[in-house]
């Protein structure tokens, strides 16, 4: 009796990788490739399984799949929208094809197959609402400047490369369109917008007194962020480009 159950388990190990309680289904699995080199009726005590139960499970293997068919289309319809549908909308899917179906039955037999819908990733979105001083908007969607250095925007845009999404702060002068500064990276922070400044001031060598207007869309460049990047200001070189109490950068929505 020893030899049968120990054969018996490491069976089970065998058709199972997952440590948990053994189901019915496997430990009728297991007699039933084990049948042949020991009693059935040894296997079945050793399993406690009754031998109703055996031979019921054993009938539902040999019994034809009612499912065979709408699982194969499931599975063409699953590939080939590249594995972005989930239960439900392969189940719609399958209603416009004139085969009506529970969406609990596809869940079930997708899950059968082994099949799982991919989640949609949320877009970046930098616009995070009225968080603390918004100031006016001077610009008023005047986008022309008479001189260089007079008018500014700026904004960070998202791109896809490779499946990879990387992100552009740049720096707009517009009198000419010239763009005086940009940084790229993997992430929207504020370091980003840093940079993509500091190469800017760089680049325009400002005067140390300016009436330069700055224009972005309240995104990572906020209200919360002047402060950072007033104390940053002094690495530009640009001296009182910010004054403390009348500041030249102005924020206001979407351009």
Same mark, same amino acid.
């Given at each position: 009796m020893f030899t049968y159950g120990k054969c018996l388990f490491k069976k089970v190990e065998s058709l199972s990788s997952r440590k948990r309680c053994i189901q019915t289904k496997e430990k009728v699995r297991?007699?039933?490739?084990?049948?042949?080199?020991?009693?059935?009726?040894?296997?079945?005590? !050793?399993?406690?399984?009754?031998?109703?139960?055996?031979?019921?499970? %054993?009938?539902?293997?040999? =019994?034809?799949?009612?499912?065979?068919?709408?699982?194969?289309?499931?599975?063409?319809?699953?590939?080939?929208? =590249?594995?972005?549908?989930?239960?439900?909308?392969?189940?719609?899917?399958?209603?416009?094809?004139?085969?009506?179906?529970?969406?609990?039955? !596809?869940?079930?037999?997708? =899950?059968?197959?082994?099949?799982?819908?991919?989640?949609?990733?949320?877009?970046?979105?930098?616009?995070?609402?009225? !968080?603390?001083?918004?100031?006016?908007?001077?610009?008023?969607?005047?986008?022309?400047?008479?001189?260089?250095?007079?008018?500014?925007?700026?904004?960070?845009?998202?791109?896809?490369?490779?499946?990879?999404?990387?992100?552009?702060?740049?720096? %707009?002068?517009?009198f000419n369109g010239e763009i005086v500064g940009y940084e790229v990276s993997k992430s929207p922070n504020f370091e980003l917008v840093q940079q993509s400044f500091k190469k800017a001031f760089a680049y325009a060598k400002l005067p140390e007194k300016s009436d330069l207007i700055i224009h972005s869309d309240q995104g990572w460049l906020s209200p919360l962020s002047i402060e950072k990047l007033h104390k940053k200001v002094h690495i530009f070189g640009v001296g009182s480009l910010i004054p403390e109490e009348s500041p030249s950068l102005h924020y206001n929505q979407l351009i």
């Open positions: 297991a007699v039933y490739e084990l049948r042949l080199d020991f009693p059935l009726q040894a296997l079945l005590k !050793v399993a406690r399984l009754k031998k109703s139960t055996y031979y019921y499970h %054993l009938q539902k293997w040999t =019994k034809p799949d009612k499912y065979q068919e709408i699982k194969e289309r499931i599975q063409t319809l699953f590939h080939h929208h =590249k594995g972005r549908y989930g239960y439900r909308r392969i189940c719609l899917a399958l209603r416009n094809e004139g085969i009506l179906i529970n969406h609990k039955t !596809v869940q079930r037999l997708m =899950k059968e197959l082994s099949l799982k819908g991919t989640v949609r990733p949320k877009k970046y979105r930098s616009y995070k609402g009225t !968080v603390g001083y918004v100031a006016e908007n001077v610009l008023q969607r005047d986008f022309q400047a008479t001189e260089p250095n007079q008018k500014w925007v700026t904004d960070v845009t998202e791109f896809k490369i490779n499946g990879q999404k990387i992100y552009c702060s740049a720096v %707009l002068n517009l």
